[in-house]
């Protein structure tokens, strides 16, 4: 069998070109000029190593190629996926699922068939460091931003064998190039790197080298970096400006072209800010004003550490076609059920494993609140753990199906509620909401007022609604106006009053807020911390904590203070969605919960913040399906004039099933988020 070097040479013969000089003088020729013909083949007899073939590494391969570089050293061990699609050179709709390394050997080879790669595809490690890097005269980084420790020992063990190293970063719209020359400044010198250097500071110090005039932080919205993380947003034509800087640097210094300005020196290029910034960064990071520069970076990027509470468990391999599942990928799914939201986080679910799927029980003793009407919000965080379930099958090949209430429901303390059965395909789905589950949270914080985009309330809308999601009659209406708000604040802070008003639920809510540190020894309810009141509303929820400090607060009039933080809420935010069932049925309350989970899932990705507002819809549905005779004289006042705001905010939700009110809007990061029990007190036995 030919290998596919030998057909394109047999592509090439066939148009009488051929491998030694006729290709390479026809295929560079428009190159003349500007580089001549002994430096075409002194670029042609190049070796350059590039490790990473994503976003910067297969630009650089391709652009090295078009210049006419005749050998690579190649290594990558990931495949493209569609996230990839962005920034990638060889993501596309052909290419998903297939190695990086496969698809831009082909791409690189049907530009130059005479070029001659030797590939890695497990990637680099300290075992093939040195294999990598022989007969290789430039290096050309490639690496992910994050997978630091590797890039590191391929710098040092560069820089020992003599070879010279560039790097360019994608900052933003803007490229940040350093080179590493054998007889200049190594990697940690420049970056001030050493062993102990904790992890995150280390991303920061590689960061702030790149770039130490940075002219990307002008216009980065921060909130989508995060170091803790490990995200950060790319575009392609930022990698594209890298690579244009990077061969720059390779024919600089393979034909000898002026005077090769390596570390400390360095240059950004900001199409966007209109900016070239380039100067000598004497000492590297160890500069004091560099130094001064990274202590007010690290405030701002890793400020407070990452979010409290957070833990995301590895993604498990993908498994594949055929495959018997793996017990971490069920735990795995698992795991990410138990993360889903609950009401004051009771988390009502429980799971039954199965040869082949996960069985879904509602624990009906989990949440005795008078808010729990017939197990409806437990049943909603149901649906949620579902989806959450199977957005995580799907993201690791196990291609989940779901099936709500499976069987009759049984007269039983757990009923089943929902199956997630396996059929591992080895197709990675559902990447975008997959990784924002683990972010998502509810975020209690004021949030900024500026009106969601109506492009954002389509889009959700759309994605609940029943052609495109499944589902079978969800609705999701939107009020985003200033007035609107304040009249919906009205509706929030009758509501609300009910809350602090009645002894049950008050003291419900009290013995589930966590005063004492630490709250993770709970597992459950809602840290102090987590509820974003400040330290002034901190110090109102101990001193009222009894129903008797309530009762009097209630009496004077200070108790309205929590309802009225509750109603400039919805003043605070870009608006306010309400989601809607058909009716009122186990499955249909179910797939609310997924369509809850989904949405907020999504507006996570986008970067808005999300709380649900459930009293009023809680207290609704109450109202709806008992009548009203469980509220006082006074609080069914309040409920006709809550609901009839409602009701004419949003007249596209009449005669339907309210499950959720919420708001959303662009808010600050949730620095103190909630606890789970562990896994082994929610997992039941056949
Ligand atoms: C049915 C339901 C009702 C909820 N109601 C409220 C609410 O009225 N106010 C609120 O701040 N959070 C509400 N939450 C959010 C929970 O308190 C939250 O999901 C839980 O504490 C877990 O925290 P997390 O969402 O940050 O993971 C609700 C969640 C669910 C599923």
């Known amino acids: 069998m030919p290998d596919a070097g030998t057909e394109a040479r047999k592509k090439l013969s066939s148009q009488g070109l051929d491998c030694h000089g006729s290709y390479v003088d026809a295929a560079f020729c428009r190159n003349l000029g500007l580089v001549d013909y002994a430096g075409q083949q002194k670029l042609h007899g190049t070796r350059i190593a590039i490790a990473g073939l994503g976003g910067v590494g297969g630009v650089h391969l391709m652009t090295l190629a078009r210049t006419g570089i005749g050998a690579f050293n190649l290594a990558d061990m990931d495949s493209f996926s569609v996230v990839n699609v962005n920034r990638q050179f060889g993501a596309t709709l052909d290419s998903f699922g297939r190695p990086k390394l496969d698809v831009m050997v082909e791409l690189a080879r049907s530009v130059n068939p005479c070029i001659c790669f030797k590939t890695f595809p497990d990637g680099i490690s300290d075992a093939n460091l040195d294999d990598f890097l022989k007969g290789v005269d430039i290096v050309v980084d490639g690496i992910d931003f994050f997978a630091f420790d590797i890039r590191r020992r391929l710098f040092k063990r560069a820089h020992d064998l003599g070879i010279p190293v560039i790097t360019a970063g994608p900052l933003g719209f803007s490229t940040a190039v350093l080179v590493f020359m054998p007889d200049g400044m190594g990697f940690d010198e420049y970056f001030d790197i050493n062993d102990t250097l904790p992890e995150?500071?280390?991303?920061?110090?590689?960061?702030?080298?790149?770039?130490?005039?940075?002219?990307?932080?002008?216009?980065?919205?921060?909130?989508?970096?995060?170091?803790h993380e490990k995200r950060g947003p790319s575009l392609h034509l930022a990698c594209q400006l890298c690579a244009a800087m990077a061969a720059t640097e390779v024919v600089r210094i393979v034909l000898g072209k002026g005077r090769v300005r390596a570390v400390p020196c360095y240059a950004q290029f900001d199409p966007y800010a209109r900016e070239f910034r380039k100067g000598r960064l004497l000492m590297g990071n160890r500069n004091p004003l560099q130094r001064l520069k990274i202590a007010v970076a690290k405030k701002l990027f890793l400020g407070g550490g990452g979010r409290e509470g957070l833990v995301v468990p590895p993604v498990p391999s993908l498994v594949q076609r055929g495959e018997p599942v793996p017990a971490n990928a069920v735990e795995y799914v698992m795991r990410a059920g138990m993360q889903a939201p609950s009401g004051d986080n009771v988390q009502p679910w429980r799971f039954l494993p199965f040869d082949g799927g996960i069985d879904v029980a509602l624990h009906t003793e989990a949440d005795h609140s008078f808010f729990n009407y017939d197990q409806i919000a437990s049943l909603v965080a149901c649906g949620a753990a579902v989806e959450n379930m199977r957005l995580a099958a799907a993201a690791t090949g196990l291609g989940p199906t779901v099936t709500l209430v499976p069987q009759p429901a049984e007269q039983s303390s757990h009923p089943v509620v929902?199956?997630?059965?396996?059929?591992?395909?080895?197709?990675?789905?559902?990447?975008?909401?997959?990784?924002?589950?683990?972010?998502?949270?509810?975020?209690?914080?004021?949030?900024?007022?500026?009106?969601?985009?109506?492009?954002?309330?389509?889009?959700?809308?759309?994605?609940?609604?029943?052609?495109?999601?499944?589902?079978?009659?969800?609705?999701?209406?939107?009020v985003t106006g200033k007035s609107e708000r304040k009249a919906l604040a009205r509706a929030i802070f009758l509501a609300d009053r009910i809350r602090v008003e009645r002894r049950d639920l008050h003291e419900y809510f009290m013995s589930m807020v966590r005063f004492e540190k630490p709250s993770q020894k709970y597992g459950d309810g809602l840290p102090l911390k987590n509820l974003c009141a400040g330290l002034a509303g901190e110090q109102f929820l101990k001193l009222v904590r009894p129903w008797t400090a309530m009762r009097i607060a209630n009496m004077a009039g200070v108790g309205r203070l929590m309802p009225m933080h509750s109603a400039l809420g919805i003043m605070r935010s870009g608006g306010a969605g309400l989601l809607t069932i058909g009716k009122v049925d186990m499955p249909s309350i179910l797939q609310g919960g997924q369509a809850i989970e989904r949405v907020w899932i999504m507006l996570e990705h986008m970067g808005f913040a999300f709380q649900p507002m459930t009293a009023i819809t809680l207290f609704r549905l109450r109202e709806m399906l008992e009548g009203d005779g469980a509220f006082s004289e006074l609080h069914r006042g309040f409920m006709k004039e809550a609901w009839g705001i409602v009701s004419a905010l949003f007249p596209e939700a009449n005669g339907?099933?309210?499950?959720?009110?919420?708001?959303?809007?662009?808010?600050?990061?949730?620095?103190?988020?909630?606890?789970?029990?562990?896994?082994?007190?929610?997992?039941l036995q056949r």
């Open 200 to 227: 995150m500071h280390r991303y920061l110090h590689f960061a702030m080298g790149l770039a130490p005039r940075a002219t990307h932080l002008a216009y980065l919205d921060r909130q989508f970096v995060n170091i």
């Open 418 to 478: 929902a199956r997630v059965e396996f059929s591992p395909d080895g197709q990675e789905r559902e990447d975008v909401l997959h990784s924002a589950m683990w972010r998502r949270c509810t975020n209690r914080n004021m949030f900024g007022a500026k009106p969601l985009p109506h492009e954002v309330c389509d889009r959700l809308s759309g994605m609940v609604a029943q052609a495109k999601s499944g589902f079978d009659d969800i609705r999701l209406h939107w």
């Open 656 to 683: 339907r099933i309210p499950l959720m009110l919420f708001r959303t809007g662009r808010g600050p990061r949730l620095r103190y988020g909630t606890y789970r029990r562990e896994l082994h007190t929610l997992m």
